[in-house]
């Protein structure tokens, strides 16, 4: 699977216009300047685009849930998570247009889709600082989570909501600690910290509710 996509977009150009502008006899101290932008920008779209895959990942394994599971209660849950980061889906897609950031969207069934943007010379050499490595990690990310997702297919009744509640559970537990990243590092940006302050409580409650049908279904 290849990633080829480029982080940068609109915002990347408005706000090195503004560095460049304030420096615009220092050709260097721009070019830095822009670097240093890009690399900013580039480092809060992975961010967001982890988000994305969180809440994508999650719809697929409701999703299967439902084709699944004949328990009503595992079957309610997974109506309630689909229709909840369905929502939080179109909230950050929403936050990141507003802010010109491309995030990745996979189809978690077949092959991932590429996206794109455009950037001066300094912010895009910000914006390819680490992309290799966070493309490959992305990938990883998406065949570790299809080939989970196979392996469940398999499975059925009992066996399957316990292993569904489990991932799910699990998931929930590292989108907290994600959420608690980026309310600590994106402090300052007022629409996503708040984006994330909403999302936070609907995690905990997923987790929560997770870890107590997984209780009652037993082992």
């Excluded at 706000?15 to 300047?33: L, N, P, R, W």
């Excluded at 794109?116 to 050499?125: D, V």
């Excluded at 600690?177 to 905990?204: C, E, M, Q, W």
């Amino acid at each position: 699977m290849s990633m080829r996509r480029l982080l940068w977009g609109a915002g990347v150009l408005a706000v090195i216009g503004m560095g460049a502008g304030c420096a615009h006899d220092e050709a260097k101290q721009a070019h830095s300047q822009g670097e240093k932008v890009g690399e900013a920008f580039s480092q809060k779209t992975r961010f967001a685009d982890q988000l994305s895959l969180f809440n994508q990942k999650q719809i697929s394994l409701a999703q299967l849930a439902l084709q699944k599971s004949t328990n009503p209660e595992v079957r309610t849950f997974a109506q309630d998570l689909i229709h909840d980061h369905q929502k939080s889906q179109d909230d950050l897609e929403t936050l990141a247009d507003s802010k010109t950031m491309a995030l990745a969207t996979v189809n978690l069934s077949t092959e991932d889709l590429a996206v794109g943007g455009a950037g001066l010379e300094g912010a895009s050499q910000g914006v390819e600082k680490g992309k290799e490595k966070y493309d490959k990690k992305f990938d990883e990310q998406v065949t570790a989570f299809r080939e989970l997702r196979d392996s469940m297919t398999g499975l059925s009744g009992h066996e399957f909501d316990k292993a569904f509640l489990g991932q799910v559970k699990e998931a929930q537990q590292d989108a907290e600690k994600l959420i608690d990243k980026g309310l600590k590092n994106y402090s300052d940006d007022t629409s996503l910290a708040l984006f994330l302050s909403r999302t936070s409580p609907v995690v905990d409650s997923h987790q929560q509710r997770a870890e107590v049908l997984k209780g009652l279904i037993g082992d």
